[in-house]
């Protein structure tokens, strides 16, 4: 793979969480690790990150701009301001021209609640058994601004059961990325991994039972021309 000149990169981490009330909320178990690996390796190849996190407990790597966020549409906004470029130059942004590379590694929550209460859900005394939520489709981040790309590099992820590699691959198409990090399920919590990377053109590689800070090295190396292949 080709040595690449420092690069103006954003990563996305963690879970996010959609409010139902103001003390209860939907998430996942993301830990944000495979993120924040991404984002020092990447700073520590010489490139200026941007990292928006959900709410995670993890530790900021050196050199790394980091955003917190909660739900799906903060961190859509977020990762607009970054990647696609702003006019305001302030902490979180590139400026208008935006970054060379997005690494879209946050677990986004697909559902919200359809209405998010101002005071606390009381379950009345003698009142029902049974309670529904009703959700509405969270935007899709990564197929958003994949269609705004243009040539800037964007890396998608996926978990899934079993052999997901078809499902992956269609993922690819759909949201515009030049390559989708599919994990299986043994990676949620874990600080190892194994991962199959596949490239836009079609070409797949595999990592096998990896640090993620190993994985992490490894994709902050990808470029166009890999894409390709
Ligand atoms: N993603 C996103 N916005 C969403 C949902 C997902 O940007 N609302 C991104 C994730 O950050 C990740 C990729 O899309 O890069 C994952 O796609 P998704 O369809 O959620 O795949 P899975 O996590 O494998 O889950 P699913 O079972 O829904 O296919």
């Known amino acids: 793979m080709a040595e690449l000149a420092p690069r103006k990169v954003v ?5 996010t969480r959609e409010r139902i009330d103001p003390v209860r909320y939907l998430s996942n178990d993301s830990s944000g690790l495979m993120g924040f690996e991404i984002a020092r390796a990447a700073a ?8 928006i996190a959900g709410p995670v407990h993890q530790e900021t790597p050196d050199g790394v701009t980091r955003i917190d966020v909660e739900s799906a549409r903060d961190m859509l906004q977020a990762v607009k301001r970054a990647f696609l470029g702003s006019e305001s130059r ?19 929550g697909d559902w919200r609640p359809k209405r998010q209460l101002s005071g606390k ?11 529904s939520l009703e959700l509405v489709r969270n935007p899709d981040i990564l197929a958003t601004v994949g269609r705004r790309k243009g ?18 691959k269609a ?24 991962v ?4 836009k053109g079609g070409v797949s590689s595999r990592l096998q039972n990896r640090t ?9 190396r990808l470029d166009h021309t890999d894409s390709l292949k």
């Open 90 to 108: 302030t902490k979180g942004s590139f400026g208008k021209t935006g970054a060379d590379a997005l690494f879209m590694a946050a677990a986004v």
């Open 212 to 220: 993620k800070r190993e994985v992490a090295r490894t994709l902050v």
């Open 121 to 131: 859900w009381r379950a009345k005394d003698g009142g029902d058994e049974v309670a």
């Open 44 to 51: 520590e190849r010489g490139d200026k990150v941007i990292l």
């Open 196 to 199: 199959a990377i596949l490239a």
């Open 171 to 194: 993922k690819l198409t759909r949201k515009g990325a030049d390559f989708i990090v599919l994990n299986d399920e043994t990676a949620l919590g874990a600080k190892r991994t194994t």
């Open 11 to 15: 990563v996305t981490a963690g879970p």
């Open 151 to 168: 040539n800037r590099l964007v890396v998608g992820f996926a978990l899934e059961t079993g052999s997901g590699l078809q499902r992956a």
